[in-house]
């Protein structure tokens, strides 16, 4: 930041500040507990949501830049992913006809079986982790607030 603000900082008051904090302390818990749940599977939550978005996609394939659009990962971040994935042999590379600089990313037939047995344990531990300690209307606020502040931060292009 180039010199001093016009203003004085909006500092958070203490409900503002016990908001923000009681949300980063138990969303990083949750990732991590969520992310910990998968190593039975050997899969991470950033493999596993890369998996969950080609299973779904036509013919298990996607544009990478799509896939890193959509999975909120830079370009490199998920040239990194993918390389670690395809030696697992979950996913493969293919160049696309259309585009000389453009590749596919393709779920293998070892990776769609990873997601699969993964799924369910998956589910179990998002419903015990975080959704059976909402009630419908606590789902809907939060759904609410965060599709505000997912809004709020496309319009900022803040995700990459």
Not at 93 to 101: G, I, Q, T, V
Request: hydrophobic share 40%.
């Amino acid at each position: 930041m180039a010199g001093q603000n016009a203003t004085a900082p909006r500092w958070l008051n203490t409900a503002e500040m016990k908001a923000w904090r009681r949300y980063i302390i138990a969303s990083r818990r949750l990732l991590e507990a969520l992310d910990s749940d998968l190593d039975s599977h050997d899969l991470s939550m950033p493999d596993y949501e890369i998996l969950a978005l080609l299973s779904d996609a036509p013919d298990r394939k996607m544009r990478m830049s799509e896939l890193a659009d959509i999975a909120l990962l830079s370009r490199s971040r998920l040239s990194h992913r993918m390389k670690v994935m395809e030696k697992a042999g979950w996913v493969k590379r293919e160049a696309c006809p259309s585009d000389k600089r453009g590749y596919f990313a393709v779920m293998t037939a070892k990776g769609w079986k990873v997601i699969v047995a993964a799924a369910p344990d998956h589910v179990e531990s998002v419903r015990s982790r975080f959704v059976d300690h909402l009630s419908k209307a606590d789902q809907e606020v939060i759904a609410t607030i965060f599709a505000r502040v997912e809004e709020s931060l496309r319009k900022d292009g803040s995700h990459d």
